[in-house]
């Protein structure tokens, strides 16, 4: 059997072996650093916003809904926080008129205030609508965080924080924007802060 045609058994733990690899050597610093914006922000009311493409638009939505309630698991005690990817009507509008690399920009330039925060997912870091989101959010005064995989493309440098697993492969990319997320939400629920 050739290399291209592994059992499934060998090709999934070799997909594992991968994942494992990225984690193993990971720097975990930026991923402390974003827990303790998200906490702050979530001590002091300020939004944290989500946006990303495809799999990462998946992504963005899933981790809104997790900060959302289920940080809390109470009324009214979650974050403020909101994807960017969820409401077709407003993404499809924008495309249309103003163009698709606007469609969180010009969601970000009326929803969002000076001490909120934009988290960007991507793959590549190189979306066009992405790089305008962390454009508009550095204007307002809004930090910006990116997880990026492959290079880190222009994502890298716009963003405030930029948090960079060096892996060529956008399914694992996407997998660790979710296991950063899920990572950070178990220690907001062990480190809720004060008011919550």
Same mark, same amino acid.
């Given at each position: 059997?050739?290399? %291209?045609?592994?059992?499934p058994?060998?090709?999934?733990?070799?997909?594992?072996s991968? +994942?494992?690899? *990225?984690?193993?050597?990971?720097?975990?610093?930026?991923?402390?650093?974003?827990?303790?914006?998200?906490?702050?922000?979530?001590?002091n009311?300020?939004?944290?916003?989500?946006?990303?493409?495809?799999?990462?638009?998946g992504?963005?939505?899933?981790?809104?809904?997790?900060y959302?309630?289920?940080?809390?698991?109470?009324?009214?005690?979650?974050?403020?926080?909101?994807?960017?990817?969820? %409401?077709?009507?407003?993404?499809?509008?924008?495309? %249309?008129?103003?163009?698709?690399?606007?469609?969180y920009?010009?969601? +970000?330039?009326?929803?969002?205030?000076k001490?909120?925060? +934009?988290? *960007?997912?991507?793959?590549? @870091? %190189?979306?066009?609508? /992405?790089?305008?989101?962390?454009?508009?959010?550095?204007?307002?005064?809004?930090?910006?965080?990116? /997880? +990026?995989?492959?290079?880190?493309?222009?994502? $890298?440098?716009?963003?405030?924080?930029? /948090?960079?697993?060096?892996?060529?492969?956008?399914?694992?990319?996407?997998?660790?924007? *979710?296991? *950063? @997320?899920?990572?950070?939400?178990?220690?907001?629920?062990?480190? $809720?802060?004060?008011?919550?």
């Amino acid at each position: 059997m050739s290399e %291209n045609n592994k059992l499934p058994t060998a090709f999934f733990s070799d997909y594992a072996s991968r +994942l494992q690899g *990225v984690l193993a050597s990971a720097d975990w610093s930026g991923v402390a650093q974003l827990a303790e914006d998200m906490r702050d922000c979530w001590a002091n009311g300020r939004q944290v916003f989500f946006c990303g493409n495809g799999g990462s638009a998946g992504n963005a939505i899933h981790l809104a809904n997790d900060y959302l309630y289920g940080i809390a698991k109470r009324t009214g005690g979650g974050m403020r926080v909101l994807s960017l990817a969820a %409401n077709a009507a407003v993404i499809t509008c924008l495309a %249309n008129d103003v163009g698709y690399d606007s469609i969180y920009s010009e969601q +970000l330039a009326v929803q969002g205030q000076k001490g909120d925060l +934009l988290i *960007v997912l991507s793959g590549s @870091g %190189n979306s066009p609508n /992405i790089l305008k989101a962390l454009e508009q959010a550095r204007a307002m005064g809004v930090r910006s965080c990116a /997880i +990026l995989g492959y290079s880190g493309g222009k994502a $890298k440098a716009m963003a405030d924080l930029p /948090i960079h697993f060096d892996v060529n492969d956008m399914q694992i990319s996407e997998d660790l924007q *979710v296991i *950063v @997320g899920h990572m950070i939400m178990q220690w907001l629920c062990q480190n $809720k802060p004060e008011a919550r």
